[in-house]
């Protein structure tokens, strides 16, 4: 029986007016209101610096932002600043990171809202624009950067003020990497909410977070049926087991900002591999030894042993701090009521010889070919990643059996987070590397022998640019399960000026295809997110589409006839509008299915591509998970492409199929509007 609500019943004229509601409706145009005598209405002078110079700005504080920090610089190292008009303050250029100081914009009549650009480093107590009242200097609002240099809009109600004289202090007391703000394009009142181009801002940044709940709702980007993290970061999936009956689902977690730190294990279960319950921290580090110390609780790996919750991790110590000290061990947990964990034990204190790359990321599994328990570590050494193989019978005593594997010097120096399973009569491995500055999550099929694996065909797991990190386990249904990162360590985090970055995947069955390659689906309970019922067309040319609605989370399905198809491309537009959309493109000709994000919105732009192959019935399926800020793309011959994406607007949120230079059939199509994955604590 299931435990969620029986789907509601939706139309499509109830779907297509289903639009989200811009907060903003009742925005009024700002007029000059009661306004303090020689205030100014209408915002800051040169709000966005296109003067080309300070003009109207007043440095403060030190030399942080000289005049020249007013720059028309448009791209810098990891592509392009995304200003307007043609200057920006980009708060490196003046006197790069060590400097700090304050600069301060005219004084104004605060308006109902306020939003602008902001670029830069995060860190809220000591990099931010402030909103500072002139009558007793109270700071009323503030918002940090994004760790990136490109731009975010942050929309700021400022309607308590309303008419009150205000101004706008860009505060940098950070020194180091990261320590400087960028900022542009101050606009305030209707033009503040909307776009040159008529479209609606979403509503992004610190001030719009809820703080007294855990309220995942309110962040239009924040995933609806992924698992986040409520504020800090996450990374890996780690200890991904079924364990009495309940699917656990332990993560990579900084609690105290969304950028990477003092690793812990962030902790939720569930009860079908899609919902989760947020449990406490499993898994925390030790308390620093100096302020900058980064030890902490790598990733690692999950088994039930005899009734035991029992996870091997890597304990990483940062030799910086603890000179001596050996960065990267094993160590082993338990939790017997899947919550509570003793402090760990170090089972492997040493790496093996010939791991000078990396000692990390166990993955413990019970070999069915001698009946032990077998743990896989990542490793590397002169450039060629590799695998690391042990062998025990209690968990505890761990005997080095050698290299399981390694590669040629063309797959990364370091291979992380590995992963060795038996999948229908062949055995799987996977593993993560970096490759050139390009994040990959690879996979192998071949064969084990209880010692050595070899490989006998090499694929890329995921055609997409976001997924990383994948880890699998055998589930109580003997599926074969898993769940990845969804980013990478190259990827923009434009979630980060709203406190949080990372999600996971949507947990998928693998399987190999009759061709060899490693397949994927979505785990079969993710039918339990559909919120409504099915809005369908069959044996449609089809124009026109469909909106994700007011959750902005929806599966869409389609059924292409390729027989019938007469278009060589056809294009799924989906979180669409007139400015902003990402592209699937199906290529009859190549086979080429590519995932565009270059017009996405906000964060890494990028072509992805992968090759599929229609079923001998000449029909190509697409099953497409979309969420607030993720795309998941699964096709019927088990590719699939991920990536993560920002609409600007919240009126990106069409769905729309189109053909190019013929007519596109479909034998079927549906959107189904999903529902959260949050299980109340
Ligand atoms: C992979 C990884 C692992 C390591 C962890 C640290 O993304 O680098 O190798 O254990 O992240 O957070």
Same mark, same amino acid.
């Given at each position: ?7 509601? /019943? ?11 509601? @811009?907060? %903003? !409706? ?6 000059? #209101? ?12 040169? @709000? ?18 000289? @005049? ?8 810098? $190292? ?10 920006? +303050? ?14 301060? %914009?005219?004084?104004? !009549? ?39 240099? =490109? ?26 990497? $990261? ?67 309940? #699917? ?10 969304? +950028? ?12 079908? !591999? ?44 940062? /030799? ?22 003793? @402090? ?55 005997? &080095? %059996?050698?290299?399981? /594997? ?8 370091? $291979? ?16 993560? /590397? ?33 997924? &990383?990190? !994948? ?29 949080? =970055? ?15 390659? +490693? ?28 909106? +994700? ?29 007139? =400015? ?13 299915? =590519? ?12 072509? &992805? ?26 096709? %019927? ?45």
């Amino acid at each position: 029986m299931s435990r969620w609500k029986a789907p509601r /019943t939706i139309s499509v004229a109830a779907l297509l007016v289903a639009a989200s509601v @811009p907060i %903003s !409706a009742n925005v009024t145009a700002d007029v000059a #209101h009661a306004a303090p005598p020689g205030t100014r209405a209408g915002g800051p002078v040169n @709000p966005g610096f296109d003067t080309g110079d300070l003009t109207g700005w007043t440095v403060t504080e030190g030399t942080a932002f000289g @005049p020249a920090a007013v720059t028309t610089t448009d791209t810098y $190292w990891g592509g392009p600043f995304h200003h307007r008009g043609s200057h920006h +303050l980009w708060g490196f250029a003046a006197a790069g990171d060590d400097a700090t100081g304050t600069l301060t %914009s005219s004084t104004f !009549a605060a308006p109902s809202r306020i939003s602008f650009l902001v670029g830069g480093g995060w860190d809220p107590e000591r990099l931010y624009v402030a909103l500072v009242r002139d009558s007793d200097g109270r700071t009323l609002l503030k918002q940090t950067g994004p760790e990136d240099e =490109a731009y975010v809009r942050i929309l700021w109600d400022t309607s308590a003020w309303l008419g009150q004289a205000v101004h706008l202090e860009v505060v940098d007391r950070k020194t180091g990497g $990261w320590g400087h703000l960028n900022l542009d394009d101050v606009r305030t009142g209707d033009a503040a909410v909307r776009d040159d181009n008529g479209l609606t801002f979403r509503t992004l940044g610190q001030a719009n977070q809820p703080t007294a709940t855990r309220d995942f709702t309110a962040d239009p980007l924040r995933p609806q049926f992924h698992y986040t993290p409520y504020q800090g970061w996450i990374n890996d999936p780690n200890g991904v087991v079924q364990w009495r009956g309940r #699917h656990h689902l332990f993560s990579q977690y900084h609690p105290d900002s969304p +950028l990477w730190g003092p690793m812990h294990w962030a902790h939720a279960e569930g009860p079908d !591999a899609v919902h989760w319950r947020e449990l406490p921290v499993a898994l925390a580090p030790p308390p620093r030894a100096t302020p900058t110390d980064i030890s902490g609780i790598f990733s690692g790996s999950a088994v039930d042993d005899g009734g035991t919750l029992t996870v091997a991790y890597t304990k990483f110590t940062d /030799t910086a701090a603890h000179p001596g000290a050996t960065p990267e061990t094993v160590a082993v947990a338990t939790s017997t009521d899947g919550v509570a964990f003793t @402090p760990g034990t170090e089972v492997i204190t040493q790496a093996p010889p010939g791991s000078s790359a990396g000692f990390r990321d166990p993955k413990v599994f019970r070999d069915p070919l001698d009946g032990r328990w077998k743990m896989v570590v990542g490793s590397g050494d002169g450039g060629r990643g590799k695998v690391q193989l042990y062998a025990s019978d209690d968990l505890r005593s761990w005997t &080095y %059996s050698g290299v399981l /594997t390694e590669g040629d010097g063309t797959t990364g120096a370091m $291979w992380e987070c590995p992963d060795l399973f038996p999948l229908d009569g062949k055995w799987v491995l996977l593993y993560s /590397t970096n490759e050139g500055g390009r994040s990959l999550q690879r996979y192998a099929v071949g064969a084990y022998d209880g010692g050595r694996f070899t490989a006998e065909r090499h694929g890329v797991l995921d055609g997409g640019g976001d997924v &990383y990190a !994948a880890q699998s386990y055998r589930d109580d249904a003997g599926r074969r399960l898993m769940t990845a990162w969804m980013s990478d360590w190259n990827v923009k985090e434009p979630t980060r000026v709203g406190g949080w =970055a990372g999600a996971q995947s949507l947990h998928r069955e693998l399987f190999l295809s009759p061709d060899g390659r +490693l397949g994927q689906r979505p785990v079969a309970a993710a039918d339990s997110l559909a919120q409504g019922r099915p809005v369908t067309v069959t044996g449609k040319t089809v124009k026109g589409g469909w909106r +994700l609605g007011r959750g902005d989370a929806a599966r869409v399905k389609a059924v292409l006839d390729l027989g019938g198809t007469t278009a060589d491309t056809v294009t799924l537009r989906l979180k669409a509008s007139a =400015a902003e959309a990402t592209v699937l493109r199906y290529e009859k000709s190549t086979g080429t299915l =590519a995932l565009d994000t270059t017009g996405a919105g906000y964060g890494t732009r990028a072509t &992805y591509t992968t090759h599929v192959r229609p079923g001998a019935d000449g029909t190509l399926a697409l099953d497409v998970f979309v969420d607030r800020s993720s795309v998941e793309v699964f096709t %019927s011959d088990g590719a699939a492409l991920t990536a993560r994406v920002y609409p600007r607007y919240r009126e990106s949120d069409a769905v729309e199929f189109t053909a190019e230079g013929g007519r596109l059939l479909l034998r079927s199509a549906s959107l189904t509007p999903l529902g959260s994955a949050v299980l109340p604590d």
